[in-house]
């Protein structure tokens, strides 16, 4: 069996296997119940896995000699950063039986994610060759205002306005870096994709488009959780999590399809 049917194999497993979980909390357990804890401390697993499989398969690239390699590896260790994030903070409770001790040592590993997510998105841009895209006038213009506006977006949604007495000077520093951040390497996917849809082809296209997608829609997974608990409905197990762990499914697939790539590279030579 080859690499890539093994790898996909686990990671439908895992998402299989909390899909069925989070349906079944959601609608047949209270929200009071200890089988939500269980879930919130073990979805990063799947984020874990990805990361893990995807430093394998960035070897096969060649690592750092090579953009997609370094992409891949950025994308690893943003997806390892989720799962040690979460780790910290199921380690934590266990030792201070402080439920969601915010924020905390896990936010080191959870923050770490938004500039490998950047340095991944770079690199994949690179790779799939949006500099041609960028000696249009037009999309060096595009490329400046376009992030500007998600950021801005994102202070409205998240920041104005919000109520910060009482927090410790870390949480108001993460209170902004993370909506922003998240904003900065969410504006890049999409700049990449749109510079270079007229010159990406063959092999790597669809590729490069999931992984896109993975990192929009982990953005959004963000965003609602961020909207949960400024409205304090936020709970263990609820939409907001399941999306997280949905997430790093998607980033992991998305991973795991450049193994295709590397056989059709292989084959040609």
Do not use: C
């Not at 090579?66 to 979460?86: A, C, E, H, T």
């Not at 439920?99 to 938004?114: L, V």
């Not at 909207?227 to 991973?255: C, H, N, P, R, V």
């Amino acid at each position: 069996m080859s690499l890539k049917k093994i790898a996909n194999f686990f990671a439908v497993l895992l998402l299989v296997v909390y899909t069925f979980w989070w349906v079944w909390l959601a609608f047949f357990v209270s929200p009071e119940s200890s089988y939500r804890h269980g879930f919130s401390i073990t979805y990063g697993v799947i984020a874990g896995y990805g990361g893990f499989l995807g430093l394998i398969i960035a070897r096969k690239f060649g690592g750092l000699k090579s953009y997609v390699g370094k992409s891949l590896i950025f994308f690893s260790l943003g997806l390892l950063g989720q799962f040690f994030g979460q780790l910290a903070y199921d380690v934590e409770y266990y030792i201070t039986y402080v439920e969601n001790a915010y924020p905390s040592y896990g936010e080191i590993f959870f923050f770490s994610s938004i500039p490998f997510y950047i340095f991944g998105v770079w690199y994949i841009g690179k790779a799939s060759g949006w500099g041609v895209s960028l000696r249009s006038l037009r999309n060096k213009i595009g490329s400046i205002i376009f992030p500007i506006i998600i950021v801005a977006i994102s202070y409205f949604m998240f920041i104005k306005g919000s109520d910060f007495t009482g927090q410790s000077l870390i949480a108001i520093i993460l209170s902004f870096a993370y909506p922003i951040g998240q904003a900065i390497f969410v504006s890049l996917a999409l700049l990449a994709y749109y510079l270079s849809g007229n010159v990406l082809g063959g092999a790597m296209k669809n590729r490069v488009i999931f992984i896109l997608f993975s990192l929009v829609f982990q953005y959004v997974a963000d965003t609602v959780f961020l909207y949960k608990t400024i409205q304090g409905t936020w709970m263990q197990a609820d939409f907001s999590e399941y999306l997280f762990a949905l997430s790093y499914a998607l980033m992991t697939f998305a991973i795991i399809e450049f193994l295709v790539v590397y056989h059709q590279l292989e084959d040609k030579k």
